[in-house]
């Protein structure tokens, strides 16, 4: 695996794939690599000639200083598993090589992410997908990749980047990779190493609550539904849940009854003392 870290070496690089006809699977990260992003290596490295992950913290999708500074950034510990994993090449660019001249001296661009960026991560944290656009459409222009890889934990943010592409007509295929989950079930996330003892332990109470939720929403209506999800969660003393949304998955906009659209998604951001985690769970999928 070679480290790449100055634009003009991924282009040279990139360019050498693509005269030697290889296919190119982009796996995009903000680093602190766990299973989860492992497994999206692993996909990518079976359906792609050559793999490139990228390990960026990027500053420009952080709308709280703070989350941006406490980040986790374990680069050494990243660049062991990816080569381990059979990445061919790492970019891990500094902040000066993306943006040059900093993220404030960029060209203004507006992407046009429609309404399924409004909503949920959209609202409550303004900017956030913008930001995550301008990034990952700079990773596509460089990279060209063949497919790009990402997972459902972030759910939104995959409907949002297909949003973009679209757009942006960036010719790519997005894969979308299940969410990995400790045993106990708590969604991986690179965040998790921020929980303190006590907060790890409640934390699986998130999916559990979800889990329980899609029996309960057999019989019970949308509103009960949201309800007994954000009544359970709050009732755990570390925990608040900051939304709770059911949603159609492919727009993710609200929907009032279950037989409202054939593929219904439950998206939950919950703050478990100041760590902010974020999962989803499957209420139907007829579609
Ligand atoms: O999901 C992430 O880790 C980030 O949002 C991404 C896609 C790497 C862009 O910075």
Same mark, same amino acid.
């Given at each position: 695996m070679i480290i790449i870290r100055k634009v003009a070496e991924l282009l040279d690089f990139v360019g050498h794939q693509k005269e030697t006809g290889h296919s190119i699977g982009l796996v995009p990260t903000m680093g602190a690599l766990h299973a989860g992003h492992l497994s999206l290596v692993e996909r990518a490295v079976k359906e792609n000639d050559c793999v490139v992950a990228s390990v960026f913290v990027n500053?420009?999708?952080? /709308? /709280?200083p703070t989350d941006l500074a406490t980040y986790p950034r374990k680069e050494e510990d990243d660049f062991k598993l990816l080569a381990e994993a059979g990445v061919s090449a790492v970019f891990a660019p500094s902040v000066e090589e993306i943006y040059p001249g900093g993220p404030e001296a960029q060209p203004r661009h507006e992407f046009e992410l429609g309404e399924a960026a409004e909503v949920m991560e959209g609202k409550f944290r303004p900017g956030h997908f913008q930001g995550v656009a301008q990034v990952v459409s700079i990773l596509f222009r460089l990279c060209s990749p063949t497919r790009a890889y990402f997972g459902e934990k972030d759910f939104q943010q995959i409907a949002v980047i297909r949003n973009m592409v679209k757009s942006e007509g960036i010719d790519v295929d997005i894969v979308a990779c299940p969410i990995k989950r400790a045993d106990d079930g708590l969604a991986l996330s690179s #965040? /998790? &190493?921020?929980?303190t003892g006590r907060q790890r332990k409640v934390a699986p109470e998130i999916h559990k609550t979800l889990a329980y939720s899609v029996d309960y929403a057999k019989d019970h209506s949308i509103r009960a539904t949201h309800d007994t999800v954000v009544e359970r969660i709050d009732a755990i003393p570390e925990m608040k849940v900051e939304y709770f949304e059911i949603v159609d &998955? #492919?727009?993710l906009l609200p929907v009032e009854e279950w037989d409202e659209s054939p593929w219904i998604v439950g998206c939950i951001t919950v703050y478990c003392g100041s760590v902010r985690l974020i999962d989803n769970i499957t209420y139907k999928n007829t579609f």
């Open positions: 500053p420009t999708q952080f /709308n /709280n #965040r /998790n &190493a921020l929980l &998955a #492919r727009t």
